[in-house]
T-cell receptor, first 114, second 112 residues
Framework: QKEVEQDPGPLSVPEGAIVSLNCTYSNSAFQYFMWYRQYSRKGPELLMYTYSSGNKEDGRFTAQVDKSSKYISLFIRDSQPSDSATYLCAMSAHRGSTLGRLYFGRGTQLTVWP | DTEVTQTPKHLVMGMTNKKSLKCEQHMGHRAMYWYKQKAKKPPELMFVYSYEKLSINESVPSRFSPECPNSSLLNLHLHALQPEDSALYLC???????????FGPGTRLLVL
């Protein structure tokens, strides 16, 4: 079992839809959770960063972490064609031998059509 | 300045060539990273530098040689690469090893 599981999609939604992206993980030591957006042939861009459990909102984006279920989500409201990209979840434990390591999901490819 | 820059954007090299990839950040970050990313896969960690010292080497073949000349610069020297080394090479930086990583745009490498 991989440490971080993410459905690769593809996911295709109409403009204006609410998008839900999810990852599950197995390592209970993970405490830092990130979502990156990666456009085709570009580097990953940090979207959201959350420590431990809870919700965080930034504009149209909401990140949720449920440590008891080992489940994280990213919601995109009022999705736009410009949101079409691959979304990577990443997490880290920041202790011992894992210091400096990010554990990525496979990425979910999202297309928002006009 | 909240950017990580990488040069060149694209690189084509033969298997006998020697080339270098460069990465720069001016955010005062003390940790810098090299990743390799193949199509439709997440980035794979190659090397980590913390305070200009090599902290992690993920058993990368010796044909890849990292260098951190100062806290703002990170190089990746390439020699005798194989076609399977063709990929997007990403640099990232973070304030410290325990903090969020910010990625550069990458160098797309093609080995012929």
């Amino acid at each position: 079992q991989k440490e971080v599981e993410q459905d690769p999609g593809p996911l295709s939604v109409p403009e204006g839809a609410i998008v839900s992206l999810n990852c599950t993980y197995s390592n209970s030591a993970f405490q830092y959770f990130m979502w990156y957006r990666q456009y085709s042939r570009k580097g990953p861009e940090l979207l959201m960063y959350t420590y431990s459990s809870g919700n965080k909102e930034d504009g149209r984006f909401t990140a949720q972490v449920d440590k008891s279920s080992k489940y994280i989500s990213l919601f995109i409201r009022d999705s736009q064609p410009s949101d079409s990209a691959t979304y990577l979840c990443a997490m880290s434990a920041h202790r011992g031998s894992t210091l400096g390591r990010l554990y990525f999901g496979r990425g979910t490819q999202l297309t928002v059509w006009p | 300045d909240t950017e990580v820059t990488q040069t060149p954007k694209h690189l084509v090299m033969g298997m006998t060539n020697k080339k270098s990839l460069k990465c720069e950040q001016h955010m005062g970050h003390r940790a810098m990273y090299w990743y390799k990313q193949k199509a439709k896969k997440p980035p794979e960690l190659m090397f980590v530098y913390s305070y200009e010292k090599l902290s992690i080497n993920e058993s990368v073949p010796s044909r890849f040689s990292p260098e951190c000349p100062n806290s703002s610069l990170l190089n990746l020297h390439l020699h005798a690469l194989q076609p399977e080394d063709s990929a997007l090479y990403l640099c990232a930086s973070s304030p410290g090893l325990q903090e969020t990583q910010y990625f550069g745009p990458g160098t797309r490498l093609l080995v012929l």
